[in-house]
């Protein structure tokens, strides 16, 4: 299974609460903040909802 870096370069304001949710649940705290997240269908799910928020680079 191969990861992906997720990088926020938006701001959350403005976003709705599911989408507030997404962010922490994918550990996203702030924007420039990096995070590594397992490729899974979850996950392929939580990027798509917040996409327009986060930048998604393939390690694998």
């Known amino acids: 299974m ?5 990088t926020q ?6 976003s709705d609460q599911k989408q ?3 962010l ?3 550990g ?7 995070v590594q997240v397992k490729d899974t269908p979850q ?3 939580m990027l798509h ?5 986060v930048k998604v680079e ?3």
Do not use: E, M, Q, Y
Request: proline content about 0%.
């Open 9 to 14: 370069t938006k701001s959350k304001n403005g």
């Open 20 to 22: 507030l949710d997404t």
């Open 28 to 34: 996203l705290r702030r924007i420039g903040h990096t």
């Open 24 to 26: 922490r649940s994918l």
């Open 2 to 6: 191969s990861d992906f870096t997720v």
């Open 43 to 45: 996950a392929r799910g």
């Open 58 to 60: 393939d390690n694998g």
């Open 49 to 53: 909802r917040v996409r327009h928020l």
